[in-house]
């Protein structure tokens, strides 16, 4: 027996009053559970509200640029059967953050330049790019995540593609209409050139099988999401990486001291990543270029202070993000990581766990490492990396001392932070590090 039932907007976390950007869907359409309905967009994150229900939507109940909240009825859906009803809607989706914070618009864009059209490309289909000319420095493309995902999904480069949406938002079907036109063009014809020889050869294709057994494993979506802005960051940010030791003798002396105190009083247990925390937002103080974003030709220098800090999971890595560093305590900081680095290895971080970050750490010391190049999170300037702390023979000019070593590589954009500044923030931290007294004076 059919049923109409109201289609509500599940549980978003501390968002209300988020205005409508995109529907996804109107009266007639036939859906299915997790379709997407609409798209709401707050000051910091995108998210995609989808259907708790399958059927045909009866009627649409929220228009564009409605404000709405959790609770909020946005569709009516007639079920052909009630039993296809969940019992709780899922819910909505935010737009990846981890090391994707720049995929969900933190702020509004400005309308993109049309694109000119493409030329041909000599890629597989699966790889779709048309040679059109980039996008100025920093520019950010606008789109809904389901319009992303369905880009992802064809490889396509969202910044050659012209939108036709309101305030330069690209719909899905200015991405049909781009694969189209590269599809169309002539096969084999030169790929994008930098004038200098150096065109990029499509990417090589074995069959693995033939040299040995081999297993196929889907990437998870949390790795498909980190692989495009990885890849983004890592060749369109000229960043250097600079290598500091910090000597946390004392430093880790005390706060095993600290430890043996609080596990005495069953108080939480404060780790190195809370310091190292704690003394990345006394320089970022200090050197504000690194608290800083490219904005097309200018620099944004922020005023607060959110560090996120490289979180493994068994899905990939996240980036979850502590906000008003400045305003807490490293026993508060260490709490804090503790719960946001257990919210992301039960994949529960919501959007605003993941966005507003100043400054990343990424900490593989508790696993190992000498040192190792990071890679810059854009919008973000530099990264700090951190590898394992050792105990090394230091020379004090008439003795080694056995000495803990813990090395920092910092890696920075170039574009924002030459050499120098880059290094005086390292050797700020190392020292800081090496004695917090340092920032009393
Ligand atoms: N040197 C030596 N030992 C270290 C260390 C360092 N730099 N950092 C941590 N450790 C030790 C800790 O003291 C702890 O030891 P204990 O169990 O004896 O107390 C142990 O390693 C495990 O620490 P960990 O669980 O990693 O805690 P953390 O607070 O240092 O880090 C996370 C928390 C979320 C950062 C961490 O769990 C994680 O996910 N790291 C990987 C991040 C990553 O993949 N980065 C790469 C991005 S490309």
């Not at 300037?381 to 910092?410: C, D, H, Q, T, Y």
């Amino acid at each position: 027996m059919s049923q109409v039932i109201e289609v509500k907007v599940p549980a978003i976390g501390d968002f209300h009053d988020i205005p409508v950007i995109e529907i996804a869907v109107q009266p007639g359409d036939t859906i299915s559970v997790d379709d997407t309905l609409l798209t709401l967009e707050s000051d910091k994150a995108t998210m995609d509200v989808p259907s708790s229900v399958a059927g045909v939507v009866k009627e649409v109940k929220v228009k564009l640029g409605d404000k709405i909240s959790e609770g909020s009825v946005v569709a009516l859906v007639e079920t052909s059967d009630a039993g296809e009803a969940k019992a709780a809607p899922e819910p909505a989706k935010p737009a990846p953050a981890a090391t994707a914070p720049a995929s969900a618009p933190a702020q509004p864009e400005a309308p993109r330049p049309p694109a000119a059209p493409s030329q041909p490309v000599p890629t597989p289909a699966s790889q779709v790019q048309a040679p059109a000319p980039a996008l100025p420095l920093g520019a950010k493309t606008h789109a809904s995540p389901s319009v992303r995902l369905f880009a992802r999904e064809l490889g396509v480069d969202l910044t050659k593609v012209p939108a036709s949406g309101p305030k330069g938002r690209i719909l899905r079907d200015d991405i049909a209409n781009f694969v189209k036109s590269v599809m169309q063009s002539p096969a084999g014809a030169p790929s994008a050139s930098l004038g200098v020889g150096l065109d990029l050869l499509p990417w090589p294709k074995v069959d693995f099988a033939k040299f040995g057994p081999i297993d196929v494993q889907p990437l998870s979506r949390i790795k498909k999401i980190s692989a495009q802005n990885l890849a983004r960051n890592w060749v369109m940010i000229p960043a250097v990486t600079y290598h500091e030791d910090a000597d946390i003798t004392e430093l880790e002396a005390f706060r095993l001291a600290l430890n043996k105190e609080s596990e005495k009083s069953g108080g939480a247990k404060i780790t190195m990543l809370a310091f190292i925390i704690k003394a990345c937002e006394l320089a970022l103080k200090k050197y504000p270029e690194f608290n800083s974003s490219l904005e097309g030709e200018n620099l944004v220098l922020k005023k607060y202070f959110n560090i996120g800090f490289a979180a493994d999971t068994p899905n990939g890595l996240v980036v979850p993000v502590i906000k008003n560093v400045d305003q807490k305590s490293v026993s508060q900081i260490a709490a804090e990581c503790g719960e946001l680095a257990k919210k992301a290895r039960d994949g529960k971080l919501g959007p605003a766990d993941m966005t507003g970050a100043c400054f990343t750490i990424s900490s593989v010391g508790g696993i190992g490492g000498t040192q190792f190049s990071p890679i810059v999170n854009a919008p973000e300037v530099a990264i700090l990396g951190v590898s394992k702390s050792v105990m090394k023979p230091v020379w004090n000019g008439k003795e080694f001392l056995p000495r803990l070593i813990l090395p920092l590589s910092l890696s920075a954009d170039h574009r924002v932070i030459d050499g120098a500044l880059a290094t005086r923030f390292n050797v700020y931290v190392a020292q800081l590090l090496a004695d917090m007294r340092r920032a009393l004076v």
